[in-house]
């Protein structure tokens, strides 16, 4: 099969397309051919190997995937050659064929396309783990959500809003900010022109918000305790500005903050599985029903990956960033 191949550490010119050995499965494990694969943020440092894949995993980048089963391992019982899916990958999606584990596969959701469901398994997993299982995040209450335009953004706008929150988002430009009022957020804050703790405290009387999804990381570790409410909390699921801070940690004690960061990609095979299962019962009965839209931003030829990265480093998409095979 054809797979992407980081040649060695770098910019995206690394990544070249090659001929590679089929996937072998397991007994747990589902051969997926794959129609479309979806960019994350963790390829890009993957491709300049600050993000190796956890061990037993495909070295290939790409954390999901949709296509059509093409053989399933002896103790697979839901899944049967021909059945049109997507699934949670530890990598390899930039790759004509994977082997998943089964728990990490789900059915493309009802009134979605094949393709535009590649958009869905890694965004759904992380902000259902993060902000609906371990942050608990419930109607009526306040989320903010860090690059608002991103593939994890668009997604949580429309989760978080039809679970019955009020959204605040920051993102860095005007055209991002109203495509995120579009799908839904109440309160959209320009970062580059604003304080976002400032602009939150006003627009929530001075108390904050319960839930803060945060993608920065060490700048904006001060700012987002400040910006919580009592009994607030934050999750933070990437470092995009840096991993090292000095922070007042008084408001911890006197708001009872709590502060959890948490990956999806280096979990056990059984945790992702968990997610996967509370994924497809929370979030997909949403889409089936329309109300979680796919915001596909742009596709590319699999041999296109280069430019891919290149346009997701550029941070000019909205939403997510296709490959086809």
Not at 149 to 176: D, L, N, P
């Amino acid at each position: 099969m054809k797979a992407v191949v980081i040649t060695s550490p770098g910019g995206p010119e690394v990544l070249q397309l090659q001929e590679v050995e089929n996937p072998r499965i397991g007994d747990d494990e589902v051969l997926i051919n794959i129609g479309a694969t979806a960019l994350n943020r963790a390829d890009t440092l993957q491709r300049k190997g600050s993000y190796p894949p956890p061990e037993g995993a495909s070295p290939y980048p790409g954390l999901e995937c949709a296509g059509t089963v093409e053989s399933v391992g002896k103790n697979v019982t839901r899944w049967t050659v021909g059945d049109e899916v997507c699934a949670l990958l530890s990598g390899g999606g930039y790759a004509e064929k994977v082997a998943v584990p089964a728990g990490q596969v789900l059915p493309v959701p009802r009134g979605i396309s094949l393709i535009e469901a590649a958009s869905f398994p890694e965004v759904a997993c992380t902000v259902w783990s993060t902000v609906f299982m371990m942050s608990g995040l419930s109607a009526g209450e306040t989320f903010l959500i860090h690059g608002g335009s991103s593939g994890i953004g668009t997604f949580a706008i429309q989760i978080a809003k039809h679970q019955g929150a009020r959204v605040f988002v920051t993102a860095g430009s005007q055209e991002k900010l109203t495509f995120c009022k579009g799908l839904g957020a109440d309160i959209c804050i320009n970062y580059k022109t604003e304080d976002f703790a400032a602009r939150v405290k006003e627009e929530t009387g001075g108390k904050g918000v319960d839930v803060i999804l945060d993608n920065v990381g060490g700048p904006y570790f001060q700012r987002n305790l400040n910006s919580l409410n009592i009994n607030g909390r934050l999750f933070i699921i990437g470092f995009q500005g840096g991993t090292v801070t000095e922070a007042n940690l008084g408001c911890m004690l006197a708001r009872r903050l709590t502060v959890q960061a948490a990956g999806l990609r280096s979990r056990s095979p059984e945790n992702k599985a968990l997610v996967v299962s509370e994924v497809e019962k929370n979030v997909w009965p949403a889409i089936a029903a329309g109300k979680v839209k796919p915001v596909v931003y742009k596709s590319f030829p699999l041999y296109e990956a280069a430019e891919a990265h290149s346009l997701m480093e550029s941070s000019k998409h909205i939403g997510k960033i296709l490959l086809i095979p």
